[in-house]
Structures are given as structure tokens and as C-alpha cells.
């Protein structure tokens, strides 16, 4: 079983899984800069779905040899995502990356009631952090998908989460529920709900082979001190691995905060689906990228 | 005028305002504690109220000599707090500090309509961040007292936020409204706000002395290259003094990140009142906490 305490070996782990990843639209410069690093680096074979010419045309010109990767045509960006989606269901991929198209066609492939990537759950996203000043890493989710997810929806981010982390090797992640305070409070709705999901945990009915706690504020769920100082005794509080936050701006916010403020080194990818899709933006840094391409292949 | 760019020079500041702190109910050692040390540094004088035996009993323990503070006697922490918001209606005290006492109790003497601190505006929470991946001082609000604002509370919450920060010297503030993402988005209504805000702002009706941008995420308001990127051209891009948040969640979460995990130095107020307020808790750190007074001196 692999067990990851940081990014230093991830890139390692990643390149003894002999995984694919297939490309929705390879036909752009910084598309196939990103599938040369991966291939570089042997994180994981690639199958490069979008126009034969351009691509074989752009690793020509790049001296990318073209007998590294696998090609599979498409004239359009819609059946480039349809092919990519294929790819994962007949079992030739084990992750989707996102290329040079539009995320809302990537995501009617895979939200395709006949032919998508649907396992029941709402889908959501997971990101990575290693933040310099935090024991080991922190999972942070919901931060780009869910605006403001029901009850449902909550438990679907919750289990994702779990079950991505656990495919980490983290077999009983710390999951802390975030808010503004520890305590339930009437006049914050969050809190109760945070309430409700930790009885439902506990009665073992759903969100199983983890440990959950919450309302926490963040201080409680990241500082044995901040706990102590405020008497709370808690199973999750200052080892969380797992930090689920209450709506998407709370979730953005920290995310960019962790990535901006505490330059903590990040990854992040789609959970909730068959496969783990990652969907990285031209933003990212390249580190960022090979990051969420090596998660994708491990979670 | 004073200009702080950083927390180095704010004790030396606060110091050259000789102003008075006057502290609701100081009967506990952990006040005391806080007491002695702004007098130590001579960051303000000091008016105790509370029981005055005991505060002298508490004092003479310690070896403070009782001529270094005024005390005035209550018996009740409800009489406490009415005497130390006298104390600043009649101004006998520039500052209010919430000494051993429950929030709601100094609370309801602040709110209290005939003879409280109102000026027509709710109560708002700012806090100042020296975080050490940013250029200059980072102000947030609100972090802790208005769960979810109104339209009209989120402008008294911009308009104290720029009063406050523009007794710091900083004339013309740059004010980020932070989202989840820079652009107006219908299933977002937090972005429609935002948009809103700015158009009265830059109608010029209200919300003046200052440069307000948004919605933005919080990597635009915080760095010029995030902006390249994304192509935003933003007048408070990459250079935002105050950070205004849509929800408490992203306020705490936000708070509690840059303070655990991005290590800033910070301390914070609360604003919209007749005079500055400071509810420190013991939880915070003693440099928090004279950060804190140090601020209400100054804003």
C-alpha cells in the first residue's frame, strides 16, 4: 500500500502505476508542453485525442517523438470529449485530463446520462495542499465546483473526498467540516447541518472508514493549541487531513490563500466520477500541473 | 500624517497619541496580564473598570504600581460596561476594550439606543494581516460579526473598513470584493452584488476615498501576475489593501489561514461604533493583542 506524507514521492509512486491518461483535445501548444513533461518524467502513458495532423505537426516541431504517445483522431472538440470518455469506459485510461476545450463540453461528455462518467454521485473537486507550516497535507474540498451544495451534495463531497484520500493511503482520514465557529449556533445554518452529518457518521449509516468532526473553525482543525486553548476535545482537531468547506467562495478563498499567502505547493482534481479527471488551467504553474496529472493517477 | 506599511513602527505610533483605553470589567489575571503590558510599552493610558478592590488586589500581586491607572468601580459586569461606554460618550476614553466579560453583555451596552456607541452604521470586524508573501498590510472584514450582509450592512461594512484604514494614512485604500471568481455570474449572486456595489461606487454616491474592484478571486486581488494570466485589467489587482468578504465562513476561514497557515502577524478591531473596539480573546497571542490596542489607538 502506498502512503503519502508529501509530495516528494508522488511523482515516484505515480510512475510505478504504469497508468494512461487520456487527453480531451491535445491540439494546443501549452496542452502538449504539459504531455511532454509527463512523458519526460514517465508519469504515465498518454493517449492524445484531437486533430492527428496538429498534433503529430506540434511534437514534430517540439522534437517530441511521436511513437511516445498514442493518437487517436477527432475533428471536432465535442467528439474529441466523446472519444476521451470512451477511452475511459472500455478501460484504455484511467484518468481524463482536460485539454484545449471548454470545460462546460468536456463536462457534458462526462455528465452523459447513456455514455458518460456518472457512478450516482455529484461530482466535485479535491485539491492538495503541502502547506510549509502544516505537519502533512491537507485535502481541501469543495473550491471550484459546488456553488452552494445541498445536504446531498455535502455527503457526495464528503465521500468522494474520503474515498480519493484513502486510494492515497490514508486508510481513516481526519475529516474536519468547516465554519465559522466550533459550536452550532441557530444563527448560522452551516453549523447545524455540519451537526446533523457528524450523527449520521457516527450512526455508521454513511461517509465510513473515516473520522469525522465539525463545526470546526479552521484554528481548531489545523492546531492541537488553538483546541486547547479553547477546550475542545476533538478526534479531527489539529491532525485534519480532510477539510470540507461550507460554500464555494469559503472554499476558493482558501485555496487561493493556501496557495497565494502560504505558498503551500498544490494539486488538485475532479472526484465523483469513474475516473479522476483533471482539469488544470493555463494559470497553474507547471509543478502545480504534474502534481494534479500524478493525483489523478494515484487516487 | 502617519502612514504604516508594516506592524514595525505601530507601538511607536500608538505611543506618540497618547491616547486612553478604557477596559470593560478587568477583574481576571489574563486582563491584568494585557493591562501591564500596554502600560510596560506605553502604548496608551489605561482606565480600569471593574471591581476596584480586587483589580488593586490583582495589581499589587503582580508589583504594577495602581498610580500608573485610573480604576472606576462597578459591582456587575452589566454596570462595568456601562461605565466604560460612558467613559468614551463622554470622552474620558478614545478606545474600548472588552476586558472579563461575555460578548453579548458589552455588547448590548454598545448597542444600547439612547446612550450606547451607534452612529448609524452595524458593527463590523476588520482585521490587519502583515502576511510574509504580501507587499504591504492586508485588511479584512468581516471576519467575525455579520454572518450574512445585507446589501446595505456590506456597504457600512466597506464604508468602516475605509475610515478606519484611512486613519492609518492610507488615503486612497484599494478595496478587493472578494468571490469566487472575477466575473459576474447569474448562479453566483454574490458577484451580482459586488457589481453593484462598484457601479454606486463609481456613480460616486457612496463608499468614497477609496478604489473598489469586484467581484474579484482572491489571487487577482492579491497578485499582478494572477491578473496577466486571466487577463484582468483591475485597478485594485495584485494591490489590494482591504479584502472585503462575501459570507462569515469565507471571512473566518480566510482569517484563521492567514494566520495559521500563512503565519501574519495580526490584530484586529471592531469598527462602525463611535470609537474603535477591542475583543480579544485569550486565545489570541500577546502581540496579537497589543497589535489589537495599538490599532484602536491609531484608526
Not at 8 to 30: M, P, Q, W, Y
Not at 273 to 290: M, N, Q, W
Request: contains cysteine.
Amino acid at each position: 500500500m502506498i502512503f503519502i506524507n508529501s509530495f516528494d514521492n508522488i511523482f515516484e509512486l505515480a510512475r510505478g502505476k504504469k497508468a494512461t491518461v487520456v487527453v480531451a483535445e491535445a491540439c494546443s501548444e501549452h496542452i502538449m508542453d504539459t504531455v511532454e513533461k509527463v512523458l519526460e518524467q514517465g508519469l504515465a502513458n498518454m493517449v492524445l485525442v484531437g486533430g492527428e495532423a496538429t498534433i503529430k505537426k506540434i511534437a514534430e516541431n517540439r522534437g517530441l517523438d511521436a511513437s511516445k504517445f498514442k493518437v487517436i483522431n477527432a475533428t471536432t472538440p465535442e467528439e474529441a470529449c466523446k472519444i476521451a470518455v470512451d477511452a475511459v469506459n472500455s478501460g484504455k485510461a484511467t484518468s481524463l485530463m482536460k485539454g484545449n476545450v471548454d470545460t462546460s463540453i468536456i463536462m457534458s461528455a462526462i455528465l452523459n446520462r447513456e455514455n458518460g462518467l456518472r457512478i450516482g454521485k455529484k461530482l466535485s473537486h479535491i485539491a492538495a495542499f503541502k502547506p510549509p507550516h502544516y505537519h502533512k497535507l491537507m485535502f481541501v474540498s469543495d473550491c471550484a465546483i459546488n456553488i452552494n451544495p445541498d445536504f446531498d451534495t455535502k455527503i457526495d463531497i464528503i465521500e468522494s473526498a474520503v474515498a480519493a484520500v484513502r486510494n492515497l493511503g490514508i486508510n481513516q482520514p481526519k475529516v474536519a467540516l468547516l465554519a465559522a465557529k466550533e459550536k452550532v449556533d441557530e444563527k448560522m445554518p452551516i453549523t447545524q447541518e455540519w451537526a446533523k452529518i457528524v450523527d449520521i457518521h457516527r450512526a455508521g449509516e454513511k461517509m465510513q472508514n473515516c473520522i469525522i468532526d465539525g463545526p470546526l473553525a479552521l484554528d481548531n482543525a489545523v492546531s492541537k493549541q488553538s483546541c486547547q486553548i479553547k477546550g475542545i476535545d476533538s478526534p479531527v482537531g489539529g491532525d485534519a487531513d480532510i477539510l470540507i468547506c461550507p460554500n464555494i467562495e469559503a472554499g476558493n478563498i482558501l485555496y487561493k490563500s493556501l496557495s497565494f499567502m502560504a505558498n503551500a505547493q498544490n494539486g488538485g482534481v475532479v472526484v465523483g466520477a469513474k475516473c479522476p479527471i483533471v482539469l488544470t488551467s493555463r494559470a497553474d504553474s507547471t509543478e502545480s500541473k504534474l502534481i494534479s496529472i500524478a493525483l489523478s493517477v494515484l487516487m
